[in-house]
Each structure stands twice: as C-alpha cells, then as structure tokens.
C-alpha cells in the first residue's frame, strides 16, 4: 500500500531556479514530516522536517509547506545549486510510543544544470 | 560520533546462495532498523528492533530473511537463498528511543546487493 505519494520521478531545474518537490499522504496517524537527501552511493540523511501543527518550515535555502486539511506537503529549494543534485524522498513517521513507523515516498531525482 | 556502521559495502553472489550484513548502530540508540531500497524507489523497512526485540517485521519475506539483534547492539540481516529480485541496498538506521520524533534516525550507507 502506497502511503506516501511523491511526484515528479524526476526535476530539472536551471541553476538559481526553484525546485519544488510534492507529496501526498493518506493516514492521518503521521505527526512528523521529514525530507531525506539522498546522493548516489550514500545513505539517506535528514534534510529537513516538519509537525503538522505548522504551515511552513524555513531553513535556508530548503522550505517545507503543509497543508494538513489537503493532506500534502512539498519542498521547495530556492536559489537551486549544482550540488542540490540528488535523490530527495518526502517521508511519514507516526512517533506513537510502541508504533513508530518511517514511510517513504518514491523519490525525486533533482538535476541542477548550470 | 559515529555513524551507523554497516559492511560489507558491496556483494555480489549467485541466486540461491546466501549472504549476511551486519550493521553496528549509532552508541546507545535502542531502535534499530533494516530497509530495503531497490533501484529507483525509496526504502521500504523490513524489521525494526527495539533493544533485542523485534518491534516490526510484517514486511520481511520470512521465508529467505532473518535477522537478529543479539545483546540489543550490533545486528544481522541474513538472505537464504537468495533471488534476483533481492538486488537492492540495504540501509541500516537507528534512533535513540521509542516515540522520538523522525528526525532522530539516521542511516548508514548501505549494503549493496547484487543477485546473478
């Protein structure tokens, strides 16, 4: 069963552009929203997350946005880099003590060409 | 600090042979978890432990995977036999406690597997 939704398969952006990355969940158990970047030959590292109490998370370049009554939240890099080119999966944790559970999306292959 | 541990890095065998993992967490977290990550999707978990006990293990093909966390550290991942559709990576991950909000996980580089 698909839990997390995540579109496109793939991004290209220009160097400077915004990249925004979708994604879409179903159980409203999930309580925390994290953003994993992911480079080739490496293990998924924590980019950025949210609660759902919160419509937006800024740090840095990265923004998190939430809609919780549409059940959606994206990401979007402003001011996109060559070295933002990766694989970034949107991801679901419920954190209920005795339930955690950490759902992935599909993933995004982001390409930054100059 | 440390990161999560895991060798070997790369493994290539024969369908129907065997092939093991080990994954060493982060010092002192008691949640560890193994997931597998075929090419072009995101990772999917197969068992998580908290301590030495199995939590979640409803999406492990029982049937050719086992895995164990004996004295509630290091653990094993064990695939046999193996088939082609078991070539993937395996990230190991762990966080400190249960019901500690997502951004405590973090994942080792994985274990890559490929199935001839």
């Known amino acids: 069963q698909q839990q997390v939704k995540q579109s496109p398969q793939s991004l290209i952006v220009q160097k400077g552009g915004i990249s925004i990355i979708n994604c879409a969940y179903e159980n409203t158990a999930f309580d925390y929203f994290p953003w994993y970047q992911q480079f080739p030959g490496k293990g998924p590292a924590l980019l950025i997350a949210i609660r759902p109490d919160v419509s937006e998370k800024k740090e840095g370049r990265f923004t998190i946005s939430f809609n919780k009554s549409a059940k959606q939240f994206s990401l979007h890099i402003m001011d996109s880099q060559p070295g933002d080119s990766a694989t970034y999966f949107c991801a679901a944790f419920i954190s209920n003590f005795g339930n955690e559970k950490l759902t992935f999306g599909t993933g995004t292959r982001l390409t930054i060409i100059p | 600090e440390a990161g999560v541990a895991q060798s070997p890095r790369y493994k290539i065998i024969e369908k129907r042979q065997s092939v093991a993992f080990w994954c060493n967490p982060i010092?002192?977290?008691?949640?560890l978890y193994w997931y597998q990550q075929i090419l072009g999707q995101g990772p999917k978990l197969l068992i998580q432990f908290q301590n030495n006990g199995v939590v979640d293990d409803s999406q492990l093909p029982k049937d050719r995977f086992s895995a164990e966390r004996l004295k509630g550290v290091d653990s094993t991942l064990k695939i046999q036999p193996a088939k082609l559709e078991d070539s993937a990576v395996y990230l190991c991950?762990?966080?400190?406690?249960?019901?500690?909000?997502?951004?405590?996980?973090?994942f080792g580089e994985g274990s890559w597997l490929t199935v001839v």
């Open positions: 991950a762990s966080s400190p406690a249960r019901g500690v909000s997502g951004n405590t996980i973090y």
């Open positions: 010092s002192g977290h008691a949640t």
